[in-house]
């Protein structure tokens, strides 16, 4: 059975500071790692992916991955109350076609 | 990216009807797509996979004869919920994948389910 999990939360941090969100995977085969934000009564959007070790930037995300510990994070520079929302870690395997794995999401709270 | 839509929206019915979902991608072909379900508070759980032309497949614990998944083009996928019962109340997504780059997955913006 592969699993992700994630700290359901919730998270709150104040406007401006940074969040960080963790997540680990149980299938050390999985090859590509995603964050989605979802807010509530909507589908997921993508906010980035990852593949490498290592950190990945994209604006005030940034993701780091660690297969050997089979730990992926994100980190919210600069948290806005517009970034409160249920964040999703999503991991897929190797092979064709294999949709991607969901965790149960973080929920995290932003106060201006 | 690219646009995924799924219809209706919103639909209530009555216990033992059925109801089908539509998901379609508007500008790519979609080689793939996968339903999702998600219960309130609850993670996205893959349903099915479908590849077009072929027969889905489903996920350990999900029956094939109750969600019926239909996937005769490249831009469209249909799942219907056959005899619907108040536990099938959820929210479905879909998912499209075009090609062999299954890393870029588009999801519809659901449909919620409410059996009364």
């Known amino acids: 059975q592969k699993e992700v999990e994630q700290n359901s939360g919730p998270l709150s941090v104040p406007e401006g500071a940074i969040a960080s969100l963790n997540c680990t995977y149980s299938?050390?085969?999985?090859?590509?790692f995603f964050w989605y934000r979802q807010y509530s009564g909507k589908s997921p959007e993508l906010i980035m992916f990852?593949?490498?070790?290592g950190d990945k930037e994209d604006g005030r995300f940034t993701a780091q991955l660690n297969k050997a510990s089979q730990y992926v994070s994100l980190l919210i520079r600069d948290s806005q109350p517009s970034d409160s929302a249920t964040y999703l870690c999503?991991?897929?395997?190797?092979?064709?076609?294999?949709?991607?794995?969901f965790g149960k999401g973080t929920t995290l709270s932003v106060s201006s | 990216g690219a646009v995924v839509s799924q219809h209706p929206s919103r639909v209530i019915c009555k216990s033992g009807t059925s109801v089908k979902i539509e998901c379609r991608s508007l500008?790519?072909?979609?080689?793939?797509m996968f339903w999702y379900r998600q219960f309130p508070k609850q993670s996205l759980m893959l349903m099915a996979t479908?590849?077009?032309?072929?027969?889905?497949?489903?996920e350990q614990g999900v029956e094939k004869d109750k969600f019926l998944i239909n996937h005769a083009s490249l831009t469209l996928s249909t799942l219907t919920v056959t005899s619907a019962h108040p536990e099938d109340s959820s929210f479905y997504i879909c998912?499209?994948?075009?090609?062999?780059?299954?890393?870029?997955?588009?999801f519809g913006p659901g449909t919620r389910l409410t059996v009364l």
């Open positions: 998912s499209a994948a075009s090609g062999g780059n299954y890393n870029e997955q588009f």
């Open positions: 299938d050390r085969g999985s090859q590509s």
């Open positions: 990852i593949y490498s070790n």
């Open positions: 999503a991991v897929r395997g190797n092979q064709a076609g294999t949709a991607l794995i």
């Open positions: 500008d790519f072909q979609a080689t793939t």
């Open positions: 479908s590849n077009e032309g072929s027969k889905a497949t489903y």
